[in-house]
């Protein structure tokens, strides 16, 4: 969207208004006081008695001489020559008329109105004769125009024009030779063109004094646009992205505190819609007194720094999206290839990793680590039974019972088709026992109901338990132990718990 410009005057032509207005006011503030320019209708007023005063003059001298008859022709000539008269009367003391004529065009019944007329008496040497009325337009017919014709009116248009080109022309020059751009060398200027960021300096109100051409192209300005005088904020570019209070810019900032400011950020819109991120930076000027008279402000562009910014954190936030993509397909290949497909638990190669790390912890420390294994009685029963999917849900309920019934540090593992083994870390021979029964009873108790089909499965398993102690050198020991424990407890008649080594 092109931004629209508004006409703007000249500082001569402003300043020259501004001056022309105050002596057309201190004018009328004289006239005011000393009434040096007369009322126009007070001035009107006097000039229609004047002028019937002087027509009853000229009646009384041809009475006196004789010459009663040449008084109407007198009347039709003053009423032809003067258009501001609409009716003459002359008429005797008895009121007999002996002259009554009219302007032409106007009807009898009009300048009846005696606020408009002037009576003036007819005095000869033989006493009152009669009396003369003169009768006159309406005055607030020509108002306007009697305004307008006013001498202070037209004193005040011509004076106002005069002292406006006067000033126009005058302050002109006078400002060519206060403007800073004229005061300012033209090297000073040619090294302030040549800095990559836009150089502005400006007064106390923010009204630039000097900018260089990096400025020009950042404000869009066009090349023979004078920026001189011109408030900072009100340019096109900057009045869109300032805020509304002038104390919040940065060049006020650093004006009011008398510091340096960096690093200011302004976003502003260009001419042809594209977005500049300037970065400012506003050093106040003082005048060698501490008094603050101006700042010196840097624009530099730094859209192409943000936009490389803002891309390498939408590509750092898509490698952050990756490597999380990337870590959960990690933990589920990881938990494909140490869990048990069907039932969930670790299968035998997580079992040998973590039984041996855990076997090596237990002899280091000296504390006690128990194996179980333990096997679901005739499992080949419920296959050539019921089918293999009802041996896979037996699978998978054995499955559920044993690990609710184990703490979150304790390992369960499918070492076989129906074998499982069970690693207790911390736990001595007689609670593996304890937790071994317990899973035996919980086993025997729920596994069979929780298979859907078919219904009134009786489900039970066989438990071998050993305990590590000197003897053992390998966790393999250990469970080669707990396996044999196993066979003994289904030699024994199943459904039952066998240690390797008396409690």
Known sequence: ??????????????????????????LLIIDIVFNVFPNPSVALSAQRARSAEQFALQSIVMLELGQEAS??????????????????????????????MRAPGLAPTQSRDMRTAYQVPLMTRDGLWGRLTVWHRDSNESQLSIFLNSPLVQLIAGLGIVCFVAFALYLRRVLSHLDPSSVVPERIRQAFDVFSSGIVVVDHSAAILLANERFRMLASAASGEALTGMALHRLPMFAEALSVNREGDPWALAMSTGETLSGARLDIRHADGSLRRLLVNSAPIDDGDGQVRGCLISFEDISSIVDLNEQLERSNAELLRSQRNIEEMNEELTRLATRDALTGAFNSRALFDRFGTLFAEARSQGQPLCCIMLDIDHFKRFNDTHGHATGDEVLRAVTRVIANGLRDRDVLARYGGEEFCIVLPGADLTTALAIAERLREAIELT????????????????FGVSALNATIGNFELLMHQADEALYASKNAGRNRVTSAAPA
């Open 1 to 26: 969207m092109a931004w629209a410009r508004r006409p703007r005057l000249g500082p001569a032509v402003r300043i020259g208004l501004g001056l022309t207005a105050l002596v057309i006011t201190l």
């Open 71 to 100: 008084i109407a022709r007198a009347v039709e000539l003053a009423l032809a020559s003067d258009a501001d008269i609409t009716r003459i009367r002359l008429e005797r003391k008895d009121e007999t008329a002996v002259v009554d």
């Open 447 to 462: 596994a069979g109901a929780s298979v859907r089909k078919p219904t009134g499965l009786r489900v039970t398993a066989s």
